[in-house]
């Protein structure tokens, strides 16, 4: 399986290369022209290697369809037509088949579609249209997903994943080195850290996942992996085991126990928590944690080592025939409707209009909306078999989610050929065979060769 994905990946970079070059020797993807349908409404082809949240995107189409006149949506998921499916998206991004609108996912290398120009500056739609205005929505989340002051994705909706600890035992300072990581885990050598069947390589997994995109300039195509952070960040994850015993998963007690864990400060932080709503923060502090927490981030992330977790991304191609289209479907997703439909759904996430925002933190002093009984509730907590209420939000709790959100600088980044490098060649550190420096020294090299390779 992995071999599959690498090797489509490969063939990614070298579709990406072939493409046609325009002036000045800036490379160009082919010209494609629009298809109608048979009642005359011009076609928005939308592409997608996998839809994750099917559900909203395949009603937002139909809705989008049934009352629009000059337009219809066609979704092609390439995973369902094809059997090497990044394969043939990235052929016929680069080979006149391109989409209108590309579902992004983090698989995807979305660094050389950035570097090539293949996106469209989405910053010039919405200064064009009469209904909405930067102002209106979250500064934090349109800087993630800028490239050289364009505004290259749109994300509807996102949540926050970061790492969380007792600020009684890591203290109040958000924004951890990997070297802040290594130092409490001196400290406090009898605790655990993020979770009891944490190894080597899952360690690395999570933090990498969050964390690599620090060490790429997207705009120079350099990176800085062969620096004291990355391999401070290498010796952080050689600190856990090779592997779990088996014996540890046939607890049934196991999900509890790290809850007792957590309470009681035994597992000295947490990673992978994933804030969903302002509500979130009573239940950490005065339910799973029972004191007050800090937001500690992931080494390296930058800004308050949280990182935005996107709901969905959506890209216009540049070359696309058929802009207008793509953003008349497109702009449905930053709407007052859909963005205040986000703050009930079931599937809840931070909307990125302010309005919206505002009303889901007022909601949470009201409690936490329950999609069964149509109603706010003061949040409840199973704390160990006795149920305890949480209390209501307060603005002071609201100002801290916001705090978060507005200082969140880290994305999601997973370019499978990096990532595949980094694992490969930190597996030889892991193993005893070559030092953390000596093991960084070589990713550098092998990851600047992609970069170089993939502008």
């Given at each position: ?8 990946f490969t063939a ?290 930058g800004g308050n ?57 007022e909601n949470a ?91």
């Open positions: 399986m992995y071999k599959k994905i690498f090797a489509a990614a970079v070298l579709c990406l290369g072939i493409s046609s070059c325009g002036k000045n020797g800036k490379e160009q993807v082919l010209e494609v022209t629009a298809a109608t349908t048979a009642d005359g409404k011009k076609i928005i082809k939308m592409y997608a290697w996998r839809v994750v949240n099917d559900k909203q995107l395949y009603d937002c189409i139909n809705d989008f369809n049934r009352i629009n006149a000059d337009y219809r949506v066609e979704l092609t998921e390439y995973i369902n037509e094809y059997d090497d499916p990044l394969i043939r998206l990235n052929t016929d991004i680069t080979t006149g088949n391109a989409p209108d609108i590309l579902v992004v996912s983090r698989e995807m290398p979305i660094d050389s579609y950035l570097n090539k120009g293949l996106f469209a500056d989405l910053y010039e739609f919405i200064d064009d249209d009469p209904d909405m205005e930067r102002k209106d929505f979250l500064a934090s989340i349109f800087k993630a997903y800028e490239n050289d002051g364009k505004l290259c994705e749109l994300v509807p909706q996102f949540s926050i994943d970061t790492v969380v600890g007792k600020a009684s035992l890591v203290g109040d300072k958000r924004g951890r080195t990997a070297e802040d990581f290594v130092k409490l885990a001196e400290t406090y050598p009898d605790k655990k850290m993020m979770n009891g069947y944490t190894t080597k390589s899952s360690a690395l997994d999570t933090l990498i996942r969050y964390s690599y995109g620090s060490f790429i300039d997207k705009n120079s195509g350099e990176c800085s992996f062969d620096g004291e952070e990355f391999a401070a960040l290498l010796k952080f994850c050689d600190r856990f085991p090779f592997e779990i015993s088996e014996d540890y998963f046939e607890n049934e007690n196991l999900y509890y126990d790290e809850f007792y864990e957590l309470f009681n400060g035994d597992i000295l932080f947490y990673s992978g928590y994933n804030i969903i709503g302002f509500t979130d923060l009573r239940r950490i502090e005065n339910g799973i944690f029972g004191e007050p927490v800090t937001f500690m981030g992931y080494p390296g992330a080592g949280s990182v935005i977790k996107p709901g969905a991304e959506y890209a216009i191609l540049d070359n696309s025939p058929n802009k207008e289209g793509a953003w008349a479907f497109l702009r449905n997703f930053y709407t007052d409707e859909y963005q205040d439909g986000i703050i009930d759904s079931p599937f809840l996430e931070f909307p990125v209009r302010l309005s919206s925002l505002e009303v889901m933190a002093k009201r409690g936490r909306y329950s999609a069964l009984e149509k109603e706010y509730e003061e949040p409840k907590w199973n704390q160990f078999g006795k149920e305890i209420k949480l209390g209501l939000n307060t603005d002071e709790d609201n100002r801290r989610i916001y705090d978060l959100i507005n200082s969140a600088a880290g994305t999601m980044e997973n370019d499978y050929y990096i990532y595949k490098i980094i694992t490969d060649e930190s597996a030889a550190y892991f193993a005893g065979q070559k030092s953390a420096e000596e093991a960084a020294a070589i990713i550098q090299n092998r990851v600047q060769n992609y970069l170089d390779e993939s502008r």
